[in-house]
């Protein structure tokens, strides 16, 4: 079993600590596992994109075009950005949140509608899940877990093979004890969003 994965959004959503607990719940699981993160002006809400490969033996973190299994997408615009590495018969899983560009907000560019990003979305993919991420983190008092309730959803999809329980013990193991509850919760929220949905 091996797992392609591209994770997508702008600096300061918590793609890399993210990335780095789906990696740590990967080798607790008894994968190998290679990941590589491209930062763009992160600080200054940037593109962020981290490639984690896992699987029996992996060689190389990177990823070729046209070879993701999946795209987690934290945000509309870059996970559209994104679609390109991903392989035919792939899935998305999106936050439906739209974030405009610096240039959009300065009125240099012109930008697609959000109804357009999630058109491009679903003409590319075979499977997307979209992820109201905002709203499931808002419902569990804290604006700031959206990056655990799309880890939970990416949890639930069947091209993931890393089990639950050890998502959860690597959610636990990077977060201070404080913090464990609200985020177990918030992963079992975008889980079912994906179960049921």
Partial sequence: MKLDLVFSGIGGQGIVVLSDIF?????????????????????????????????????????????????????????????????????????????????????????????DLIGLVRKKALKVHEVDGAGIAEKVGNPIVVNTVLLGALSALPENPIKEEMLEEAICSRLKPKFHSINLQAFQLGRESVLLG
């Fill in 23 to 115: 990696c740590e719940a990967a080798l607790l699981d008894g994968f190998d596992v290679a990941k590589a993160e491209v930062h763009g002006m992160a600080q200054r809400g940037g593109s962020i994109v981290a490639y984690t490969r896992i699987g029996e033996k992996v060689e190389t973190p990177l990823i070729e075009h046209g070879k993701a299994d999946v795209i987690l997408g934290f945000e509309m615009l870059e996970t559209a950005r994104v679609l390109p590495m991903l392989k035919a018969g792939g899935t998305v899983v999106v936050n439906m949140k739209y974030i405009p560009p610096n240039c959009a907000v300065q009125g240099s560019a012109e930008i697609k509608q959000p109804k």
